[in-house]
């Protein structure tokens, strides 16, 4: 059979499906991706801290990752790939979930350590363990890499591939009954299509009401800040700390910032502008506290960018809605989106061109949750 395939987005989630698709032995047919903006300049892909772990609470997140960094590893595209580990931190209150989720990535093959006080120390003699009681730290496939150059490495792949990008808005569909037969463009213009892929990032909500279905995924901004410290920190994993200020080196500076606390205020669609005041009251206090040097930083800069945030359970929403026969989402990654992209892209080209998955079972990851309030938290958010 020969198919025709519509991606709406060509992020690298997008994109990496438009690869994944387009290179499937058993493919035949067209992929067309529609991309308003191929600059990518308030694109998550490029706005991303852009880092990978495998210490996640639910299986489905793990394996993802496990497949990701396989992916990256071997990538032929240079994307900065370090590996120097996550570093979670756990007061007395969280120790005993600390300890479930390690359980639960030793089981799935995470090479991680728990760490008590007294080892963190030695291992990292610049934090201070003042109120931590343990610490999980990734030994092997966690860091950090460029998600702009592995957007880029996806996307040309896949026009390699002979994928075709539109640099157009979609506006709309046309169905009959549970099946969409083409994307509308801005112009007016038509992609016709057997399949249709709703991987629009933070605007996928506005692309499932066109089809008159409720996603809840959200456009949440969030900032990262650049900051100068004039004393060594060697061997610094990016750490979380309990409060939920996480922090990484990046080149001779560091990176870091947080997410709002439950209960604080995070509207949707805020302006992408970086708010310093938050780095004064809030990251700062918790850098300074857990690594004594970092009471003398200076910040240098930062940026913002979008969460596609799925406001149910910050978990992905991958695959087809029971409602339409030839639409699948990939959207709602809620910060995880870049490292499960290889994952995710893979995932969706087996349901088209196989008709089910064939090497990971996503289908934790359904829509069948969503649309019965049937949550699938992560416990480690970041």
């Not at 969503?370 to 992560?378: S, V």
Request: net charge neutral; with cysteine.
């Amino acid at each position: 059979m020969t198919l025709k395939v519509a991606i709406v987005g060509g992020g690298a989630i997008g994109s990496a499906i438009a690869s994944f698709v387009a290179g499937h032995p058993k493919f035949s047919g067209e992929v067309c991706v529609v991309e308003r903006d191929p600059s990518y300049k308030v694109a998550s892909s490029a706005l991303s801290g852009s880092a990978i772990r495998q210490q996640f609470s639910t299986p489905v997140n793990i394996e993802l990752s496990r497949f990701g960094i396989a992916f990256l590893r071997t990538i032929s595209a240079d994307i900065g790939l370090r590996e120097p580990g996550y570093l979670f931190l756990a007061t007395g209150a969280t120790l005993s979930t600390l300890q479930a989720v390690h359980r639960l990535q030793r089981q799935h093959g995470v090479e991680v350590a728990l760490l008590e006080p007294k080892a963190l120390s030695a291992r990292f003699p610049w934090l201070s363990t003042e109120g931590i009681a343990a610490g999980s730290l990734g030994l092997s496939g966690e860091g950090w890499f460029d998600g702009y150059l592995l957007l880029q490495a996806f996307r040309r792949r896949a026009v390699a591939l002979g994928v075709k990008y539109l640099t157009q808005e979609a506006t709309g569909f046309v169905r009959t009954g549970g099946t969409v037969n083409a994307v509308v463009l801005g112009d007016g213009s038509r992609v016709p299509c057997d399949v249709a892929v709703n991987a629009a990032g933070p605007w996928a909500a506005s692309i499932a009401a066109m089809l008159d279905i409720e996603l809840p995924v959200r456009a949440r901004r969030r900032t990262i800040f650049v900051f100068a410290c004039r004393d060594a920190v060697p061997d610094c994993p990016l750490v979380i700390d309990p409060s939920g200020v996480y922090f990484r080196p990046e080149g001779a500076q560091f990176i870091g910032g947080t997410s709002p606390k439950e209960g604080e205020a995070d509207p949707d669609d805020l302006p992408l502008e970086v708010d310093y005041t938050r780095f004064d009251e809030v990251i700062w206090p918790a850098l300074a506290r857990r690594v004594p040097v970092f009471q003398a930083v200076k910040v240098t800069g930062g940026w913002s960018g979008y969460y596609e945030l799925n406001t149910l359970d910050h978990n992905g929403i991958v695959g087809p809605h029971p409602a339409f026969s030839n639409v699948f989402f990939a959207n709602g990654f809620s910060g995880h989106g870049l490292q499960h992209a290889p994952g995710v892209g893979r995932g969706i080209a087996e349901l088209i061109v196989d008709g089910g998955y064939r090497t990971l079972d996503l289908s934790p990851l359904s829509f069948d949750r969503i649309l019965a309030r049937r949550p699938l938290h992560e416990l480690n958010v970041i």
